[in-house]
Each structure stands twice: as C-alpha cells, then as structure tokens.
C-alpha cells in the first residue's frame, strides 16, 4: 500500500474547473455513458434520466435539459448498460437491480439469491463475458457487505463476502483482469481477481484514503483510477502503483457536492453526479477514459 500524497493546492483543480452539464435532478447518485452517446442519471425518487445534448453544455457552458425516461419507484443508485441501451439499475428502496429499456419498461433483473436477498444494492459494472458484478453495501458501519455475480440471463450468486466494509463503487481494470471496489469505510481502495469462471479471488489492498468517505470509481486509458468521496468534496487520481493524489476538490460544496459516481464520456471527459444538489458536472482529465464492457445480452 502506497502513501497517500496530495499534490499543491496550486495544482489541485477546484469548483471552477467542473462545467455544469444538467440541472434540476432529483440529487442523483448514478452516472453512466452509454454506447448511444447519451449520458444517463438516476434520482432519489427512482427517477431514470437521460441528457442528449450534454456536447452543447461542453461547448457553450450552459446547462441543458434533461429527459426524465423512466420511475424505478424506488431510490436509484448506481447505473450500467448493455449494447442495446438496456439500463441496469441499482435501486435502494426495492432492494433489487432493475433492467430498463431505453422506452422506459422496468423489470427486475435480479433480486439477490433465495438464501442471500439483496439489501443495499449499490453499484452494477459488466464484465467482458457480460456477468454482471454488483456491490451490496450492507448497513453502514456494521461491515457485512458483499458482492453478487449475476450470469447474463439473470442467475444470480453470491461471489464474495471478503469486501465487506460498505462496498460501494466498482471498476473493472482496463485489462478486464481485476475488480477493483470502493469500500466506504475502510476507507480506500480494493480489488479482487476475477477467475475464468467468473468468481473472485483473494482480497488486496490498493489504498486507504483516511479521513474520506470513497463512493465512485473510473479508471482510465492509462491505468489511472479516479476515486471519488461523498466526504469531502473531493476526487483522487490513484496510481498503477497505488499513489493517491488529490485531483479536484470543492471546499464550499457547491460544483462538486457529494460527488457519488462518476463516468467517463467521449475524449478526456470526466461527468460527476452531485448526490448533494441536483445537477451533473464535468470536468477535463489528462487522459481519456478506459473502454468499459457493453454486452449484447438477449432481450
């Protein structure tokens, strides 16, 4: 485990560098970019966005409108899709992961195991083989969170209970190879192995983040992961070989608030959902973000 080191307050990026992309959401925690070129959000009240011109909000800095598309019914937390812009929906109130198509149907995709109901379910990212890795938080403090593998059809398992201290936010490595988990209370970084049967391996370490409450994770093209905390307003750059540097932070709270999930979009784009206030931000990174995985799963 490295040590944390923070760059200069000179070279920290602050609430200036974030463009507003959207506005007027319902305090949304999940952010995704979809093969489609739209950028999907979700909101407390279960509410599915999705923002097709945020292009025009890079290139003149105005917001623009968003399209509410779809009610979980729920609280919508984190967000994955496949190659047809099926949206994957962690829903907190329902205790389930919901699939939703891009006319707005919603089903239930999964709902835990028989013996291991889902809770908390926190955070979807897809796999190369198109399984499904979701994070069930647990309660908070009580570290007994877990991770489920849902196979594409929806056979869902248990993977693994070893990240178990609120686990939040979820990455795939750029080479496929590794899970990496935000574990909310550690607080840090860390990552499993994924096997060629889809199960995970044994747990390491990447980095603790004292005094932080780690939620959202990116990594990109070149192996750099992007960390960010719903406390404090804050988004670290972690290294390949795990040194963490504060990358962007907001004091005040008021451009990065309660930053929760981020998402890579085209170029070397970074989009921030705000879980505090009611808009989506972006911000430019040194590089651009890693391919994620979009499988084509039978409708």
Same mark, same amino acid.
């Given at each position: 485990m490295a040590p944390i080191t923070?760059?200069?307050?000179?070279?920290?990026?602050?609430?200036?560098?974030?463009?507003?992309?959207? $506005?007027?959401?319902?305090?949304? $925690?999940?952010?995704?970019?979809?093969?489609?070129?739209?950028?999907?959000?979700?909101g407390e009240a279960g509410q599915l966005y999705r923002i097709r011109a945020w292009r025009?909000?890079?290139?003149?800095?105005?917001?623009?409108?968003? $399209?509410?598309?779809?009610?979980?019914g729920g609280f919508v937390l984190g967000l994955?899709?496949?190659?047809?812009?099926?949206?994957?929906?962690?829903?907190?109130?329902?205790?389930?992961?919901?699939?939703?198509?891009?006319?707005?149907?919603?089903?239930?995709?999964?709902?835990?195991?028989?013996?291991?109901?889902?809770?908390?379910?926190?955070?979807?990212?897809?796999?190369?083989?198109?399984?499904?890795?979701?994070?069930?938080?647990?309660?908070?403090?009580?570290?007994?969170?877990?991770?489920?593998?849902?196979?594409?059809?929806?056979?869902?398992?248990?993977?693994?209970?070893?990240?178990?201290?609120?686990?939040?936010?979820?990455?795939?490595?750029p080479d496929g190879a590794w899970l990496y988990v935000a574990e909310s209370t550690l607080p840090g970084v860390t990552r499993l192995p994924i096997l060629p049967d889809g199960g995970l391996g044994p747990l390491v370490e990447v980095v603790r983040l004292p005094g932080t409450v780690p939620d959202g994770l990116a990594f990109d093209a070149t192996g750099v992961l992007y960390v960010?905390?719903?406390?404090?307003?804050?988004?670290?750059?972690?290294?390949?070989?795990?040194?963490?540097?504060?990358f962007a932070e907001d004091p005040l709270g008021t451009a990065l608030a309660a930053p929760t999930n981020v998402a890579f979009l085209e170029g070397s784009w970074m989009a921030i959902a705000s879980l505090g206030r009611w808009h989506l931000g972006a911000i430019h990174t040194p590089a651009p973000g890693a391919p994620l995985h979009y499988p084509h799963l039978a409708p």
């Open positions: 923070q760059i200069t307050p000179m070279a920290t990026l602050g609430a200036s560098a974030v463009t507003t992309l959207v $506005e007027d959401l319902d305090h949304p $925690e999940g952010v995704a970019f979809g093969l489609d070129g739209l950028l999907y959000a979700g025009d909000a890079l290139a003149t800095s105005r917001p623009v409108p968003a $399209e509410h598309f779809a009610t979980t994955a899709l496949d190659s047809r812009s099926n949206l994957y929906a962690c829903d907190l109130k329902r205790h389930q992961v919901l699939r939703v198509s891009p006319t707005g149907d919603v089903a239930i995709y999964s709902a835990g195991t028989p013996d291991t109901p889902m809770r908390t379910p926190n955070y979807p990212v897809f796999d190369t083989a198109g399984r499904l890795y979701v994070s069930d938080s647990g309660a908070w403090e009580q570290n007994d969170g877990l991770i489920y593998r849902i196979d594409p059809g929806g056979a869902t398992h248990a993977a693994t209970r070893t990240p178990h201290r609120f686990p939040n936010g979820l990455a795939l490595s960010s905390c719903y406390r404090p307003d804050r988004i670290y750059r972690v290294s390949p070989g795990g040194e963490a540097t504060i």
